[in-house]
Each structure stands twice: as C-alpha cells, then as structure tokens.
C-alpha cells in the first residue's frame, strides 16, 4: 500500500484503505444522473456509508475510533492534498488505471515510486523528468481517457439509462450502492421497453467520433489540474516553473476540459 511505503500511521492507512468505500455502481456516472459538476456525490454520501455500515463495529474491535481516522482527511497529508499537488489518492488511480489499461509498464511505475520523497508528511518529486512523466500519464486518464467520445457517449447514455429508472421508481438510490451488474439486472427485469432501448444503444458495434461542428452530444467533466512540486537543494518549486513541457501540458488540458468534448454519433 502506498501510504504504508511512504511511512503513513496505521490509521493514516486506514483512511487510504477505505477513502471510496462510499463509490456508487458505475461510480462517477451517478454524477452525471444528479448532474453534479462537482463529481463528488461519493464524498457527499460517505459518513452515511459508513455509519450504515459494519466499520465503525469493525475499527471499535480494534480500538479505533471511526470518526477519528475517517471523517477528517484533512488530518491525513499523504492521503489528500489540494490540486494540482501529489497525493495518494491521485497517484493510486493514475497508476492503477493506466497500468491496467497497459498505457505504462510495471517498470515505469516503480521507477515513479522510488522517486517519491515525503516532506513534513506531504509527498513530492525529486526529478523533473519523473514529474514530467507523472504529468503526461495523468493526462491520459483524465483527459484522453475520461473525455473519449465513446466514453462520452457510454457516460450519456447510462446516465439517462439510470436517471429514467429513478424517476420510473425501478431503482432506488439504495440500489445504488450495490454492484453494476445488480442494477442492470434489476433494469432488464423490469421489461420496461424505453429502458430496454436505451440499454441496447450500449454495445460494441456504437462508432462515435469527436465533431465540434455537427455533433450530438457535449460533455465537460470536472477540471482536474496537475502539477507536482519538486524537492531539490532544499527548496520546493512547481514543475511548471522548472520544464516547459509541463507548461504545454497543462494548458493544452485546460483547453480541452473547458472546451469539453463534442460527440457526434455515427451508428448504435
């Protein structure tokens, strides 16, 4: 676990094990049924979660108090930090999304983990071509992966799939804190023939293509900034101000999340 490498406390670990206990099904998809530009409605629902939940029952077994170590992370600086600084949390799922997807190799990842350094509890860079690399590969997922037209799409159209089962009283939000696959059941079940065709629009033969001109769909996600600081002779300085490539990055990635993504619909 990264926080345990990095010389976290036991309940700083804790916090990290289960800081998305309080994911929905689909997970970010929900926030787009709420429309909730804030993509948060996990963070918005956590101390129900788990106050619903056997945790607390679970920590007090062990002599630690649930809403110490999980209701503040505030407390906890590997964990979280403001963008467009490193934290855990950003570092977990860029490297686990894009190592998964095969975007980055094994190798690729350990070097960036071996180039971790903790200051006053808070993780940093020591090499900008480390940071640089960072900063490319959290690009991909947020930007190249997130806003991909036929993510765009598959987001629009499951969206609408769940929005149009709450309001039809199909699903209710407790169903959303089960499986992905209990929700899609509990929707076909329902023979219900508007949400059966929204559902068959999701499938592997749906082409889509980015079209700022005649398009069907737009979507802008939440802006998600990154920009790690660099410890060197004692002195921590943003790698924007150190490499010009990282500059190009970021603006080329806030352009095109203001912009957002134009999706034009060549066939279901």
Not at 223 to 230: A, G, T
Request: with cysteine; net charge negative; proline share 3%.
């Amino acid at each position: 676990m990264l926080i345990r490498k990095l010389g976290g406390t036991v309940e700083e670990q804790i916090a990290g094990l289960l800081h998305d206990v309080s994911h929905t099904a689909f997970s970010h998809v929900i926030d787009f049924v709420f429309e909730n530009k804030e993509e948060d409605y996990h963070e918005k629902i956590y101390n129900s979660v788990v106050e619903n939940s056997a945790l607390p029952a679970i920590l007090a077994k062990y002599n630690y108090n649930y809403e110490d170590i999980l209701f503040d992370d505030s407390k906890w600086t590997l964990l979280e930090q403001p963008a467009p600084e490193l934290c855990a949390d950003r570092v977990d799922y860029t490297l686990r999304d894009m190592y998964r997807y095969g975007v980055i190799s094994l190798d690729e990842v350990n070097r960036f983990l071996e180039n971790i350094t903790v200051v006053k509890g808070k993780m940093y860079l020591q090499n900008i071509e480390i940071a640089e690399w960072f900063v490319k590969t959290y690009y991909k997922e947020v930007n190249d992966f997130f806003m991909d037209p036929l993510n765009v799409y598959s987001y629009n159209i499951l969206s609408k799939t769940l929005k149009r089962s709450l309001e039809k009283n199909i699903l209710n939000l407790n169903d959303f804190l089960g499986k992905d696959d209990e929700l899609l059941n509990k929707i076909k079940s329902s023979a219900d023939e508007e949400l059966l065709g929204l559902l068959s629009k999701l499938n592997p033969t749906v082409l889509v293509k980015e079209d700022s001109e005649n398009y069907h769909l737009h979507q802008k996600n939440k802006l998600r900034m990154i920009d790690p600081s660099i410890f060197k002779d004692g002195e921590l300085k943003p790698v924007s101000e150190l490499s010009e490539r990282v500059r190009d990055m970021n603006n080329t990635a806030y352009e095109k999340a203001t912009r957002g993504m134009f999706v034009r619909i060549l066939s279901y």
